[in-house]
């Protein structure tokens, strides 16, 4: 008998086989992660106005950040959009940002093995500087970037 394969959905299975079995991250984690996450989002005084003027159907907004977290944290490849622009109009300073890592280091704290939420966490602080560098060029009176198109 053949051994028995991990069930796993990704483009770089055995990457993702390693990263799953150093952190004991895997779909149903981050699902609990990512749920748990926007529950404090919505909730929290500063953020949850930001986001309910902007996402009226939260299913499919979900759906859309598991699939994220799983490309980013996983390596799955199961996450095709485009974050910035879904960012660079946000009326947003980097303490925003820094609130919204509080709240994810926090939940990521509760739901994730201590690797696990140092793998994601370490991903979301990188991923929350570039597009705070976003939002920060898309504003008038931004200083003109010197990368030529
Ligand atoms: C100041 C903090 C943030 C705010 C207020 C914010 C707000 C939002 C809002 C309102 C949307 C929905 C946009 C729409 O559908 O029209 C969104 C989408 C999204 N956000 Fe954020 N966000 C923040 C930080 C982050 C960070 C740090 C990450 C990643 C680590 C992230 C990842 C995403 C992704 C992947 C989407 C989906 C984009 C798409 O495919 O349409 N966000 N965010």
Redesign the pocket.
């Known amino acids: 008998m053949p051994p028995e394969e991990p069930d796993i959905l990704s483009a770089r299975p055995q990457m993702t086989a390693e990263i799953m079995s150093r952190t004991g991250l895997n779909e149903a984690v981050l699902t609990r992660l990512v749920h748990r996450f926007y529950g404090k989002v919505r909730a929290d005084k500063v953020?949850g106005p930001?986001?309910a003027?902007?996402?009226a159907d939260w299913d499919p907004?979900l759906q859309?950040?598991v699939a994220?977290w799983s490309s980013?944290a996983l390596m799955t490849g199961r996450?095709h959009?485009?974050?910035v622009?879904?960012?660079v109009a946000?009326p947003?300073t980097w303490d925003?940002?820094e609130?919204?890592?509080d709240l994810?280091r926090e939940t990521a704290a509760e739901t994730c093995s201590p690797a696990g939420a140092a793998h994601v966490v370490e991903?979301?602080e990188r991923?929350?500087r570039s597009?705070h560098m976003a939002v920060e060029d898309a504003k008038p009176g931004a200083i003109p970037s010197l990368i030529c198109g």
Request: positive net charge; glycine residues 4%; without cysteine.
């Open positions: 953020l930001i986001f003027a902007r996402i907004h859309r950040m994220f980013v996450y959009g485009a974050p622009p879904a960012h946000l947003v925003h940002f609130r919204w890592l994810f991903r979301a991923i929350a597009l």
